[in-house]
């Protein structure tokens, strides 16, 4: 089994920027992809972004330019640094993994994100 724990949601202003971090932990097969996903009140869950083990990240069209996904392996982490944030990323940010083994997906319980003045 493994277990994600999400952390740094909170309340930001337009414009401002927020990171968000993801820490794995139990049983994490090497290959993996370690992904974000959001969801807001009436709307469908998106990915947001995603990377793989080796560093390979895909974005989506919305995020591109202003948020950045990382990861460190060594501490089976995963951040999303977010900037130049818009009302329209209210959402709430879940974190996934997706072992390379099996397939199997694991979800974080996920934190919330409010941009607003």
């Known amino acids: 089994q493994v277990q994600l724990v999400e952390s740094g949601g909170g309340l930001v202003q337009p414009g401002g920027s927020l990171r968000l971090s993801c820490a794995a932990s139990?049983?994490?097969?090497?290959?993996?992809?370690m992904g974000w996903f959001r969801q807001a009140p009436g709307k469908q869950r998106e990915l947001v972004a995603q990377?793989?083990?080796?560093?390979?990240?895909t974005y989506a069209d919305s995020v591109k330019g202003r948020f950045t996904i990382s990861r460190d392996n060594a501490k089976n982490t995963v951040y999303l640094q977010m900037n130049g944030l818009k009302p329209e990323d209210t959402a709430i940010y879940s974190c996934k993994l997706t072992a390379g083994g099996d397939g199997v997906a694991y979800w974080g319980q996920g934190t919330q994100v409010t941009v607003s003045s």
């Open positions: 139990g049983n994490i097969f090497s290959i993996n992809i």
């Open positions: 990377i793989t083990n080796l560093g390979s990240t």
